[in-house]
């Protein structure tokens, strides 16, 4: 048994900050991550043996919960055949298939090893159709590590973008229009402006980097709306919200069929993968068909399709997602109740299983200057008296919750408990 205070100084010796993904080294809340060693089921196990009732989910993949048995079988009978050949295989077919069948306005799709390589995909194709070059991305939302896409507003609407990152080159960053989410007059009025020069929108329909923000009613749509007006493309990314917020999606949840699509997470059932796809017209601009360049060693691996078909086959089970969204309703409103038992002010989203609560007096979060304005100091003693007592949250206010098929009504009971006891020593 190794402590995680000492794996993560050694960690940090050869790896930057200790971690390979930023979120994970826990700066937002301070203190030591759980080093883990094994999950199962709802559960996360750290090199102490501590155990964990898990919301990350590994970040939104395991919808099912964690070691789902006839994932984990299909990786191993793949693997059995070799671990990638570069070339085409017959289970790619049959994972295209049945992706396009759940989300049907995926007419086409490539399959990618990330969600950032699915949205900075989408975005080129959407540039080499409509031949331009700037687009719109939305404030706080996350659509990976792309240089186009680290990048926040500048001072006015209509001004151009500026990196959020040093690497990414302010005249590259100039061509990404950053809004307001849940904003559709901005949207109009920046169309109206200079909507010849857009080639897309892409958006989160349920926003989930900036905790849990659902879209309110009309703003999808009058996205759908001015994209048709103008020729741009219509990317939503459901890279976190594809296979979770229902079995199709947002785009499903909100009867809403963007042009493009791009997934992640649970379309790999824990493995490396991603996917981008929509109307066939715009797909067939990618090579070999088109000029639009895009390609991958290990995409299509067969291990990792093996993994993402089973898992995309047992999420077809009956009444998982009313199952889903039953538990996210429990802990939601659970969560309320006994903040304000405790006089501590607090409210919550959710969209399907995904959740996220906000320590503040606004009675729905709705944009991304709400959400950072909430108490974090109050959120941060609350995350570690809850981790303390064996239930691991995302480690910062600013990220979506999940739940999975293995949180039991028991186990939901017990993280109410934990955060009753918790609550009353905030
Ligand atoms: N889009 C969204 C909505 C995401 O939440 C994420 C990752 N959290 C990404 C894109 C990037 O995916 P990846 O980390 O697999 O590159």
């Known amino acids: 048994m190794t402590s995680s205070n000492d794996l993560f100084k050694r960690a940090q010796i050869h790896i930057p900050g200790g971690v390979n993904s930023p979120v994970r080294a826990f700066k937002a809340v301070g203190g030591t991550p759980p080093f883990i060693q ?10 102490e043996g501590k155990q964990y009732i898990d919301y990350v989910l590994s970040w939104g993949p395991m919808v099912l919960g964690h070691n789902h048995a006839a994932i984990r079988e ?3 009978k793949a693997a ?3 671990l990638s050949y570069g070339a085409p295989t017959e289970i790619e077919i049959t994972m295209a298939e049945l992706v396009s069948t759940l989300v049907p306005s995926m007419e086409m799709l490539r399959m990618v090893n990330s969600g950032t390589e699915a949205t900075m995909s989408a975005i080129r194709l959407a540039r080499g159709y409509t031949q331009r070059d700037k687009f719109i991305k939305f404030e706080g939302c996350y659509h990976g590590h792309a240089d186009g896409l680290l990048v926040k507003a500048g ?15 302010a005249d590259y960053a100039k061509h990404t229009i950053t809004l307001e989410y849940n904003n559709i007059d901005e949207v109009r009025r920046v169309f109206a402006e200079s909507g010849d020069e857009i080639a897309a929108i892409i958006v989160e329909p349920v926003a989930g980097n900036m905790n849990c923000i659902p879209p309110v009613p009309g703003f ?3 996205l759908r709306d001015v994209c048709d007006q103008y020729g741009a493309v219509l990317i939503f990314d459901e890279v976190m919200t594809g296979f979770r917020v229902a079995l199709g999606g947002a785009q499903a949840h909100y009867n809403i069929r963007p042009d493009l699509t791009c997934l992640g997470k649970v379309i790999g059932g824990g493995m490396p993968v991603g ?11 990618l090579a070999p068909l088109g000029p639009v360049y895009q390609a991958g060693t290990l995409s299509g691996n067969p291990v990792a399709m093996a993994a993402g078909l089973a898992a995309l086959t047992a999420i077809q089970q009956d009444g ?3 199952r889903l969204n039953h538990c996210t ?3 939601t409103q659970g969560l309320r109740d006994i903040a304000k038992r405790h006089g501590i002010p607090l409210t919550t989203n959710k969209a399907g299983s995904m959740f996220g609560f906000f320590f503040t007096d606004v009675e729905t979060v709705t944009n991304y200057q709400q959400a950072i304005n909430c108490n974090t100091e109050q959120f941060n003693r609350f995350y570690h008296g809850m981790l303390s007592n064996g239930v691991y949250l995302a480690p910062a206010s600013y990220e979506a919750g999940f739940v999975s098929a293995c949180h039991s009504d028991a186990l939901l009971d017990m993280t109410l408990e934990t955060a009753d006891k918790v609550m009353a020593q905030l």
């Open 275 to 285: 996917a981008f796809g929509g109307k066939r017209e715009i797909m067939q601009c």
């Open 320 to 322: 998982l997602y009313e």
């Open 80 to 82: 059995e055949n070799g």
């Open 38 to 47: 094994r999950a199962d089921g709802a559960f996360l196990y750290d090199s």
């Open 155 to 169: 001072s006015g609407a209509l001004t151009f973008g500026v990196p959020s990152s040093p690497g990414v080159p």
């Open 220 to 222: 999808l749509e009058g």
């Open 74 to 76: 299909a990786v191993i």
């Open 329 to 331: 309703d429990v802990l």
